[in-house]
């Protein structure tokens, strides 16, 4: 059950022209700036828009072929989506606005809301909250039920809309976790839109980076990590990320990788929890003498793998435990006179991590 | 909305506006109340014919709400979410009973569909007569009306998100299912505004009534034709009639001003 | 700025002061006399009015024209009127009782007539014909003089219920009687032989109310008590009997006041 997708339609503002493809299975990313064309993707797997051109294929089956006229309406297509803002309809209950999927179909009111009951359950919805309307469930609540709307039907294939962006820190993290399970055990294949690359790291299996219509880049975290084509994908993707257990000794804490670890801030998260800790890479200093002890309790030593100049700014990937790609200013770059394969320190601050839970 | 919070403080010349605006509209009301022949007030509704005329009213006023209801809102759809030649033509066509003295509406309905009018001389042949009939009373009635409920839903219906509808048609809701489910619950502060609103003019509808329907206790003669009537013969009796109005209208919009009007 | 349109605003006075003083011989500024006339009265005093103010330098007739019911509420409880003309005897004496008349007189009379449209879809060729059962009549209401009189010609030819029972609309004055035969939507009403004006003659068709039955309405007319300047509204009562009035009347069809 493999989706297969190509399409051109125009915008007031730009064309928006993509190919995609994903396994079953698997989670495919789509990451971009606002207003880059996501979301008109999104719209146009779902059939809530027709491109111009385009062909949709799902399992082999044609959803859309312009080319011969087909075009499912979007209520005929096996999709579940979960709409930027929710979208939740304001004048059904919680348990309504789940079931709506079910009713829509026309299933009987108390078969579907029972269904959807069990299903908020599972994603960890207060169940004494379902009669509450939209506008009185908390951020977290409202995205519980509209996954939930999302997965009720049980679609073939699964489009969210950057489910956790309206939602504050704290809620994003809770909510983090639900939206992974809800996907891994999800059997069909998923799209993803997000333009948090924390979001795109733990939940994507594959990177599809769309800019101003069209795909600047398309892979694995690690190749996008490794080769970032253009400065977007670098700000985006070109952080440093940390993922293992945490380890609390004496008054630290550290997250140790398979290849050495790093020192963390009081994550506020059991010890022995599986973490990623996101690092920028202009947090890393970079020295050619083993630096002084300081206030970075990070220091590690190892050789420069590779420079990449962008613009003013110089990326530098170095080869320690575990790696790190710094950026610094050319500048000081010239002023390191850095090559590769020279020795160096690089050395951060333990707060200038973000932990978040895996 | 927001109490306790921000003091809002009312400039002096909006207070000073507000309270004779308040005053000109209220007075007149309440003149009614004072001049009302209260020791009588049985006898004289009941000898000018008005309860007849206020079961009447009633009837004819629910009946041309439903009416202005069932046409208007598909009007409003057509006006907010097709596009056609015309349409701002169209628009303003509908509107029109709005602004119009309500006697030339009656005038151009007699013209239209009265016994010897462009659609009603056919009608007539077919032994249809709408003139001097509680038909033709809810068809005058409805004609003033139907512009307060199409203005009401097409605004709402523009303002609505069509995110929302096209959620909907994404998550397997037929046309139907969505227009059912989902934009007419949507609408409803708005719909019910315009129902209301319609009901209201129904109510006091006046001048298309009696130029189209005529004039005659218990099948045409609406509470406001009754109250004109009895001005000639027993002004007390029309002072009363009127109060029965203000009252029966007054304990409406009262009764529906949270719910439609935003608390 | 404001010292040229002082200036203006002077010779702006002196010239409508030299204005009135050519307009009017007799040198005195223009008076308004206010005339409350029933509505069926609108044709021949419109005309007499005119006529008596091109007799009379200098007074402005001004008209209210409505139902007699009406003016006399509004006479009870405004009190602007100077001469009162209405259609009925019994709207009269409630103004002479408040706020008091001088100078009472019948001026006119009026009778009865059937209309029909000129097609007469109901076949209407008597007064007795009303009561056949199916036809659409329309009558003013009741308190509308002409209403009463309609209803009392009815009782009196004996056809007074199987009428009321065709009556499809009570109307609240003459004009909106005869705008019904008109326009075609009734088939028959009863109005005053005035109502049946030159403009209306031709798109109507009038039957004779028999005399045995007929109600001759008279109309008296009066100064009302508190009138601005009593000596001219008398005498635009004088003129509204004298010959002039009275031919202006005749051929607006009314009949004359009794006494003459």
């Known amino acids: 059950m493999n989706l297969e997708a190509e399409l051109t339609l125009t915008r007031t503002a730009f064309t928006v022209e993509v190919a995609l493809a994903a396994a079953e299975g698997s989670t495919l990313v789509l990451l971009g700036p606002n207003g880059s064309g996501k979301t008109t993707v999104l719209s146009c797997l779902a059939g809530i828009l027709t491109p111009e051109r385009g062909r949709v294929l799902l399992g082999g089956e044609a959803l859309l072929d312009t080319a011969v006229g087909i075009d499912v309406p979007p209520q005929r297509r096996p999709i579940g989506v979960l709409f930027q803002d929710g979208l939740l309809f304001p004048h059904l209950s919680a348990v309504e606005n789940a079931a709506f999927p079910l009713t829509a179909r026309g299933i009987a009111k108390e078969e579907a809301r029972a269904r959807s009951r069990g299903l908020l359950e599972r994603l960890g919805f207060p169940i004494a909250r379902s009669t509450a309307r939209p506008g009185a469930l908390s951020g977290g609540e409202a995205q519980r039920v509209a996954l939930a709307r999302a997965l009720v039907t049980e679609p073939q294939l699964l489009l969210l809309d950057e489910p956790t962006s309206a939602l504050d820190v704290r809620s994003r993290n809770d909510l983090r976790p639900v939206i992974g399970r809800a996907l891994s055990s999800f059997p069909g294949v998923r799209v993803l839109i997000t333009h948090d690359p924390v979001e795109a790291m733990t939940l994507g299996d594959r990177l599809v980076v769309i800019e101003d219509g069209r795909i600047s880049q398309a892979g694995t975290v690690e190749e996008l990590r490794r080769a970032p084509r253009t400065s977007y994908v670098a700000e985006l993707i070109g952080v440093n990320v940390f993922r293992g257990a945490l380890v609390a000794d004496g008054g630290t804490w550290r997250i140790e990788t398979p290849d050495g670890s790093v020192f963390v801030a009081d994550p506020g998260l059991a010890a022995g929890a599986s973490a990623i800790g996101v690092l920028p890479p202009g947090e890393i200093e970079l020295h050619l003498e083993r630096p002084p002890e300081g206030s970075a309790q990070n220091v590690l030593a190892g050789t420069v793998e590779a420079i990449a100049i962008d613009g003013h700014r110089a990326r530098v990937r170095v080869a320690c435990h575990p790696p790190v790609v710094a950026e610094v200013t050319l500048a000081s770059a010239e002023r390191l006179a850095l090559r590769p394969g020279d020795e160096l320190w690089a050395s951060f601050k333990a707060v200038g991590i973000d932990v978040e839970p895996a | 909305m927001a109490r306790g919070g921000s003091r809002r403080i009312t400039p002096a010349p909006v207070a000073v506006l507000s309270a004779i605006g308040i005053a000109f509209l209220a007075v007149p009301v309440l003149a009614l109340v004072v001049r009302a022949p209260w020791s009588e007030i049985g006898e004289k509704l009941a000898a000018s014919g008005a309860w007849v005329a206020f079961r009447l009213s009633l009837v004819v006023s629910l009946t041309a709400a439903a009416l202005s209801f069932v046409l208007g809102v598909p009007i409003a759809w057509v006006l907010a979410r097709s596009s056609f030649p015309g349409r701002a033509l169209v628009r303003a066509l509908v509107i029109l009973p709005l602004v119009l003295p309500p006697v030339v509406g009656g005038v151009a309905l007699l013209t239209a569909l009265g016994r010897s009018g462009v659609v009603g001389s056919w009608l007539y042949d077919l032994g249809i007569q709408l003139t001097f009939t509680t038909a033709g009373a809810v068809l005058a009635t409805t004609f003033v009306s139907i512009p307060l409920v199409i203005l009401s839903a097409e605004g709402g219906l523009r303002s609505l998100d069509p995110r929302y509808e096209q959620a909907a048609a994404a998550m397997g809701a037929s046309r139907m299912h969505t227009l059912r489910r989902v934009t007419l619950p949507m609408l409803r502060p708005q719909l019910a505004a315009g129902l209301v609103l319609a009901w209201a003019r129904a109510l006091g509808e006046f001048g298309a009534t009696i130029t189209f329907a005529g004039n005659l206790a218990g099948r045409t003669q609406t509470l406001p034709l009754a109250v004109y009537e009895a001005r000639q013969t027993d002004p007390g009796a029309a002072v009363a009639a009127s109060l029965l109005l203000v009252a029966l209208s007054l304990v409406v919009l009262v009764a529906m001003r949270d719910r439609i009007f935003g608390r | ?260």
Do not use: H
């Open chain 3, 1 to 260: 700025m404001r010292r040229w349109s002082a200036v203006l605003g002077c010779a702006a006075l002196i010239l409508t002061a030299c204005g009135s003083d050519d307009g009017s011989g007799d040198g005195g500024a223009t008076a308004e006399l206010t005339v409350f006339a029933a509505s069926s009265l609108t044709d021949a005093f419109t005309e007499i009015g005119s006529d008596f103010e091109a007799a009379n330098d200098g007074v402005a007739v001004i008209f209210n024209f409505g139902s007699s019911g009406e003016l006399a509420a509004q006479i009870a409880s405004e009190g602007t009127a100077d001469v009162f003309a209405s259609a009925s005897e019994s709207y009269m004496d409630d103004v002479s009782a408040d706020p008091g008349v001088t100078g009472r007189t019948d001026f006119a009379q009026n009778r009865l007539v059937v209309i029909t449209p000129p097609d007469n879809p109901a076949d209407i060729r008597s007064f007795e014909d009303l009561g056949n059962p199916g036809v659409q009549v329309v009558l003013a209401a009741e308190g509308v003089p002409v209403g009463d009189y309609a209803r009392e010609a009815l009782d009196a030819a004996g056809i007074g219920d199987a009428v009321l029972a065709n009556v499809v609309s009570n109307e609240e004055d003459n004009a909106s009687v005869v705008a019904k035969i008109i326009s075609g939507e009734a088939d028959a009403a009863i109005v005053y032989v005035s109502d049946v004006t030159s403009q209306v003659a031709p798109d109507v068709d009038a039957i004779d109310v028999p005399d045995a039955v007929n109600v001759i309405a008279a109309y008296p007319i009066a100064v009302v008590e508190g009138a601005q300047d009593p000596e001219t509204a008398q005498a635009f009562v004088d003129f509204a009997t004298g010959p002039e009035g009275q031919a202006t009347l005749a051929a607006f069809g009314f009949l004359p006041p009794p006494s003459a």
